[in-house]
């Protein structure tokens, strides 16, 4: 049974910098990719970045690239969201999720496991 557990979030003023965890337990393939979602209230979940634990290929959605890291400790079995020049318009909740597959998907409904979410609040 895979497990993913998101730590990290808080309240951040604009500009600064937070650390998102993402601690997965049950993984099965070196296939595995992870991913961030963030979803704002009233809104889609979105795409923010995805890395795959064998080769720490990535990749970014365009209004992070530049700002946010995404990086994995294979030991420790954790993908980070290194945050940077934070926005109000990046508070949302971030979940992290998980698959295995050939490709980096930048779409939700290509990911089958999911955390509960941690709560990102950027304040102005």
């Known amino acids: 049974q895979v497990q993913l557990v998101e730590s990290g979030g808080g309240l951040v003023q604009a500009g600064g910098s937070l650390r998102l965890s993402c601690a997965a337990s049950?993984?099965?393939?070196?296939?595995?990719?992870v991913a961030w979602f963030r979803q704002a209230p009233g809104k889609e979940r979105e795409f923010v970045a995805t890395i795959r634990w064998s080769t720490g290929d990535t990749r970014y959605a365009d209004s992070v690239k530049g700002r946010f890291t995404i990086s994995r400790d294979n030991a420790k079995n954790t993908v980070y969201l290194q945050m940077g020049s934070l926005a109000p318009e990046d508070t949302a909740v971030y979940y992290c999720a998980t698959d295995w597959t050939w490709d980096l998907p930048t779409t939700a409904n290509r990911y089958r496991y999911w955390g509960q979410g941690t709560q990102v609040t950027v304040s102005s």
């Open positions: 049950g993984r099965t393939n070196n296939n595995d990719v």
